[in-house]
Structures are given as structure tokens and as C-alpha cells.
């Protein structure tokens, strides 16, 4: 698999998921721009990591909640690089709390970031797709946007969401060859679930059937996937990363 010659945009690429998925587009190849909000230091470690892997790329500091800045942001990514080939809708927040006592300002943010966001970037970027009749749009869903989860009503919406707003724009861009696809993945390893309590962590693998966290590895690996031209033929889909734990 090869991604030379291609342009990538991984959005809240600079921990976790998004980082990772930034390195595995880089080591093949692909030129990838870190999207990030503040932690301009994190971005710049990605692609000191992306380079590393034998890639390149550059960082892109914009609010993915914001439509204006999302629009100017990846208007000069595609002055910089001609086009985006591909695009991981991967940035996300939580505000967690039970619904009679989540204020507003929590479902919305998580809404705006979450879901919103994902209809930015793909508005911002899918005309240069359109262009080259070449595409690929990934979003980075979750576990708990089809089970639900208590406390995460805002979350969960947000990322239930995401795979209708997969499904539709795989209808509206299969004639261009852009393909459209999801991973949601389940629990896995990240600065939030190794700051939980071991208690809490045992309480989690025992409701995975494989009896282990994921790693954001597997969840680069389903990305890849369906940036793949072995993929071409696979449309408004969605991988489960989550050891079984949802079926």
C-alpha cells in the first residue's frame, strides 16, 4: 500500500487517535497536515513522529467548530498542496454529565466540535476531491453512538450522528469515486483511560469479550483500509474496532 502523492488532513491529530493515524498515513507515503487547536507543541510532535516514520507534513491550527475558520484554514491547505485527498474527521471532546443536569453549553459544544465539524472539513475540502473524481472521507465515530452510554447524551448523539452524516455523503459523492466510510471504535488506550482509577479499567475490559483495551493502532489500521485503493469499491461503511464488546 502507497499513499505517495497524496495530501491528508487528520483533524485532532496531534494525541491520541489522531496522532496515530497521522504517522500510519505519513509512513505510507501520503503528505499530512495536523489539525489542531492549541497544543501547537503536540502538532509539532505528531510530525516530528510522521517524519520519523519515514513521512512528511506540516501542522493547520484551526477550531473545526468554527465554519469560517474551518473554510480559511483548508482553503490554504489546498493552495499549499493543490488538493485534499484525504480527510479523517477525527477531532472530538467529551462533556460529560447525566441530561438533568448537562447544561446547554455542554451538548452544544460537543455537537459543534463532534459533528459539526465533521460538516465542515468535508465541505471545505470535497470540491478539490471533486476535481480529481478522487477522494477519501473517513470519520472516526465511537462505540457509544449506537449503544448509548449514561452521562455522554451529547457524545453519544454527536457520534451517531456521524454515520448518517457517512451514509449521505456516500451517496451524494459516489459518482465523483470519493469514497465515504466510519470507524468507531471502543475503548481504547488513551491519556483518558490511563488516568481511570484500576478498578474502573478491570470494570471496563470485563465487558470486552477479547478482555482488553484497543489500541489507537487498530484504529489507524481500520483508517487505512478505506484510504486504500483496494477499498475503492467499499462506501458508507462502518468498521467496529471494540473487542467485541458491541456486535
Not at 500510519?24 to 501547537?40: E, T
Not at 482488553?212 to 478505506?226: E, K, Q, R
Request: proline share 2%; glycine share 12%; hydrophobic share 45%.
Amino acid at each position: 500500500m502507497t499513499l505517495h502523492g497524496k495530501t491528508a488532513v487528520v483533524t485532532g491529530g496531534s494525541r491520541g487517535i489522531g496522532r496515530e493515524i497521522a504517522i500510519a498515513l505519513g509512513a505510507r507515503g501520503a503528505y499530512v497536515f495536523v489539525n489542531y487547536v492549541s497544543r501547537a507543541d503536540a502538532a509539532e510532535e505528531t510530525i516530528g513522529l510522521v517524519r520519523q516514520a519515514g513521512g512528511d507534513g506540516a501542522i493547520v491550527q484551526c477550531d473545526v467548530a468554527d465554519f469560517s475558520a474551518t473554510q480559511e484554514a483548508m482553503k490554504e491547505v489546498v493552495g499549499q498542496a493543490g488538493s485534499v485527498d484525504i480527510l479523517i474527521n477525527n477531532a472530538g471532546i467529551t462533556r460529560d454529565g447525566l441530561l438533568p443536569l448537562m447544561k446547554e453549553a455542554d451538548w452544544d459544544q460537543v455537537l459543534d466540535t463532534n459533528l459539526k465539524g465533521a460538516f465542515n472539513c468535508s465541505k471545505a475540502v470535497v470540491r478539490s476531491m471533486m476535481k480529481k473524481k478522487w477522494g477519501r472521507i473517513v470519520n472516526i465515530s465511537s462505540v457509544v453512538g449506537f449503544s448509548g452510554n449514561a452521562g455522554q447524551a451529547n457524545y453519544a448523539a454527536a457520534k451517531a450522528g456521524m454515520v448518517g452524516l457517512t451514509k449521505s455523503l456516500a451517496r451524494e459523492f459516489a459518482s465523483r469515486r470519493i469514497t465515504v466510510n466510519c470507524v468507531a471504535p471502543g475503548y481504547i488506550v488513551t491519556e483518558m483511560t490511563e488516568a481511570l482509577p484500576e478498578v474502573a479499567q478491570q470494570k471496563l475490559i470485563r465487558e470486552i469479550p477479547l478482555g482488553t483495551l484497543g489500541s489507537a493502532a487498530d484504529v489507524a489500521a481500520a483508517a487505512l483500509f478505506f484510504v486504500n485503493d483496494e477499498a475503492a469499491y467499499v462506501t458508507g461503511q462502518t468498521i467496529h474496532v471494540n473487542g467485541g464488546m458491541y456486535m
